[in-house]
């Protein structure tokens, strides 16, 4: 067995497993899941034909030209990668996965395959001008990808932290770093093709690599972010259409506002993340129209602004009365669950790092 032959058989065997794993993720049957079953669906099937092609080698290891090879890479690296675009849309944004953007898509990328097999079959000397141009419609096509994902990407950031009024973008860091190592191996498919096969046996290993990567990004979409994104989404049009008013914005609403706030801080309830303003407004006896305007009229500030300072001035007080606490360990007990983001918030309201406050400690 050479050396192709042995990556094939490990590509395959991780390719199959994937494949399995795909199939076996449960995922609720409710509507606003459907477009995450149909990605399920396909990331299995794809899995599994990749995992199947490879076992043909395995089993038969068929001779194929360089040109073979560069169409067959190309073809699946450009269905991956409108896939795996799809997969990262609907972590983001579940409703905005539309046959609108995807079917074109699909189409252009079923034609660009067409035309590039065809001269592979029937005319090879113009194979050279094929490959350019497949490779000009795909790279066209994968700048629109990015641009799909973003535009999902910062609407979700935007939505989350007005339903919430929350930092919300270390939440979802982990779905852009999935989206951002799927780019980088679909965007591989444009140098891997001008190759020798050597280094073919090495990117295929890699991608069967980034195969279980994106099957454990589903699983931990599944059963940790699907629900956060639907129930956010969910309160966002419901804040639209149905808007709380329990009183107008007067001096008595703030009065009321401010007595409540003050035994909410006091509980130290401002440690507690994914709180939905509508919610918390009405717990607090008001309506969101007069939670926001007391902030911005009374105090000059936002929500998220006052808590944060709460939460900073919080750790400050958790620091000097456990100096052997971690920073990692203080972000928590504030309701900051990013290392980095604490760091930011810190010096942004005291005017120095962690580390500098800690050090003025006696």
Known sequence: MDVHQVASSVAMFSFLTSAGFMSMVKIPRRPEWRRMRVCRTCLALVFLVVGLSCLKTVLFNLPSTHEIIQTST???????????????????????????????????????????????????????????????????????????FYQNYRELIKVTDDVTDEDSAYSYKWIKTFYVMVSLLGLSVCVVIFLPVQAYDVWMLCAAVAYVYVTLCFVNYCYRTAAVVNKVYGRAEKTEETPLVVMGASDEAFDVLEANLAEWVGRKEFVKNDLVSETLAAELGVSLTVFRAYFKDRLGTEFRQWRMCLRIEYACDIMRQHPDYTYSMVAEMVGIGDRSNFNKAFVKVKGMTPKEFAATID
Do not use: H, I
């Not at 997969?87 to 046959?99: D, I, Y």
């Open 74 to 148: 190309l073809v699946s690296g450009s269905m991956q990668a409108l896939l795996f675009c799809c997969t990262g849309v609907a972590f983001v944004a579940p409703r905005e996965l539309s046959r609108r953007w995807v079917v074109p898509a699909l189409a252009v990328l079923t034609a660009n395959a067409m035309q590039l097999v065809t001269v592979v079959v029937m005319w090879r000397d113009r194979f050279v001008v094929s490959l350019a141009l497949a490779l000009v419609v795909y790279l066209a096509l994968f700048v629109f990808y990015q641009y799909k």
